[in-house]
């Protein structure tokens, strides 16, 4: 029977409730009487964190929502081997212009990728983080992957390191982790029990054997617990990735949710299933369909009851360059580098992210003070509305509508503004005119939005946009965006309640797969 199989070198693991108070003094944080819920999170700041742990994430562009408009990450590819087999990915396609973990245009030595840390440091003062996500597993790569740490931690000590994992490894690793000061690592859990792991497993290979079916699931998520619980104890922060797969997977998210805040994890991180066909995956090849924009939201919002949520993550490459929602890869291949003069400068770089934050603390300084005009809506009639806005980065509305590919989308009501995701959209302006499919498909993505904030914006689409019902708005270009959303809302509820307008709730919203996310 499947029940009584046993698994050698696997360690009994805690119970849950046991370890909720302990993880949370590990991460620093104390829990909440709502739900249990540790009392920081991804756009935390010294008030509801230790100064410990927010050294640690307050450039980090994937553990702070806040960081990653100001903040640059990196990946090199130098962990090609895997394993385990996932029915969501496939290693081998590779488009220069998509966003998708495992896809890589060039593979790397730890040689190599060490000089191309340094050329985009050099190139990228704001860039912070150094990780390796793949394209196979980094832990089953090891000694290619802590090569490579090791020789970062030689030449660029300032760069924080992290890894990504899918866990089956990771209690062999631990103590080498924390040796080499990696303080973040992401473990990719999409279950806790074998019964829906067996459906997105077809196998792993442990132990020098191949294990499929139930028996593969068990395993897998006996080491992830194990190696999460371990890595907690040392202190060292948690993200955990989860994919959500309709009909599989989803409503069994929300005990994940609870199993990976019991054992210390710091954020949890729910994407959409990418099912495209064209990467021959075997969900893409099946039919298996991605979640709407709407289903994806309200999984997270149940999650976020009981943790903190990461609502801002581009499911990168995994040589990925650049702000989050960028990709500037292609500027650094190794022929390009091997022709840079590459003067790796410490001061300078140090210097510059001071200004960048200084540049971020006036962003929260923008929003909290108009937060405080929030107050004067009392209930705000009860009304919630999501804002998509086009921007580069930098916390502000400052890019043109045809210009983006992609939107970051804002919930407003009477307790502010929050980021909850971002829409990936095909280039609407091609060569100095608007390609009207692409606007179909914009408007698709965003369709769930109240309106969408842009810097600029041309006639044709904004008169598509309000027949669509979703309102162009200009007036706020290269402002903050939480002050800016705000303020529109505080407009749009005088509006409701002196009768000039009705507000009513809009319909679901497309994810959209295979976008551009370079041009």
């Not at 990780?131 to 000694?143: E, H, R």
């Not at 990925?320 to 929602?325: D, K, R, S, W």
């Not at 689409?461 to 002050?483: F, S, T, W």
């Amino acid at each position: 029977m499947h029940a009584e199989t046993n698994h050698p070198n696997i360690q009994p693991l805690l119970p849950l409730d046991a370890l909720l108070q302990k993880a949370a003094e590990h991460k620093g944080c104390g829990t909440s009487s709502e739900g249990g819920k540790a009392s920081c999170g991804s756009s935390g700041g010294p008030d509801n964190m230790t100064p410990e742990v927010w050294e640690k994430v307050k450039n980090h562009p994937c553990y702070s929502e806040e960081a990653h408009h100001h903040y640059a990450r990196m990946h090199v590819a130098v962990a090609p081997a895997c394993n385990i087999q996932c029915n969501y990915c496939n290693r081998k396609y590779d488009c220069a212009n998509e966003s998708r973990p495992g896809v890589v245009s060039e593979k790397l030595t730890p040689e190599q990728a060490a000089k191309k840390v340094l050329a985009v440091a050099s190139t990228i003062p704001q860039m912070t983080v150094l990780g390796i996500a793949g394209p196979g597993d980094p832990l089953a790569n090891p000694d290619k992957t802590f090569k490579t740490f090791e020789l970062i931690a030689k030449t660029a000590p300032d760069i924080k390191l992290c890894l990504s994992t899918n866990g089956l490894a990771l209690p062999d690793h631990v103590d080498t982790i924390q040796s080499f000061n990696v303080d973040h690592v992401t473990i990719t859990i999409n279950m806790v029990d074998p019964e829906v792991g067996q459906h997105i497993y077809p196998w792993i290979y442990y132990q020098k054997k191949r294990w499929t079916g139930i028996d593969a699931a068990r395993i897998l998520t006996e080491r992830q617990m194990q190696g999460l619980e371990m890595l907690t104890a040392r202190g060292i922060l948690c993200k955990v990735n989860s994919v959500m797969i309709p009909g599989i997977n989803d409503k069994h998210l929300v005990e994940v949710n609870r199993a990976v805040k019991s054992r210390g994890a710091f954020l949890h991180n729910i994407m959409p299933l990418i099912s495209a066909p064209e990467h021959g995956t075997v969900f893409g090849l099946n039919g298996q369909r991605g979640p709407t924009a709407q289903e994806l939201k309200a999984l997270q919002d149940a999650c976020e009851g009981e943790m903190n949520m990461m609502r801002h993550c581009r499911q990168c490459r995994a040589d990925a360059v650049g702000l989050l929602g960028e990709d500037r890869s292609a500027e650094f291949t190794t022929e390009k580098i091997d022709q840079m003069e590459v003067v790796y400068d410490a001061t300078t770089r140090r210097e510059y992210q001071q200004v960048v934050e200084q540049e971020r603390q006036a962003t929260v300084a923008a929003k909290k003070a108009e937060q405080e005009q929030l107050s004067q809506l009392a209930d705000a009639e009860g009304i919630s509305m999501l804002i998509a806005v086009a921007t580069k980065g930098h916390g502000k509305v400052n890019e043109h509508f045809g210009h983006a590919t992609e939107f970051q989308i804002y919930e407003v009501n009477a307790k502010g503004a929050k980021f909850v995701g971002h829409r990936r959209v095909d280039l609407y302006c091609q060569g100095g005119y608007g390609e009207e499919d692409s606007l179909v498909t914009v408007i698709r993505a965003i369709n769930d939005c109240h309106a969408v904030f842009v810097a600029k914006i041309g006639g044709c689409p904004k008169d598509d946009l309000k027949k669509a019902g979703i309102d162009p708005v200009d007036k706020y270009a290269h402002q903050y965006i939480e002050q800016s959303a705000i303020a529109y809302f505080m407009d749009y509820v005088g509006k409701v309640r002196a009768g000039e307008i009705t507000h009513q709730s809009r319909g679901d919203a497309d994810i959209r797969q295979g976008a551009y996310i370079a041009a």
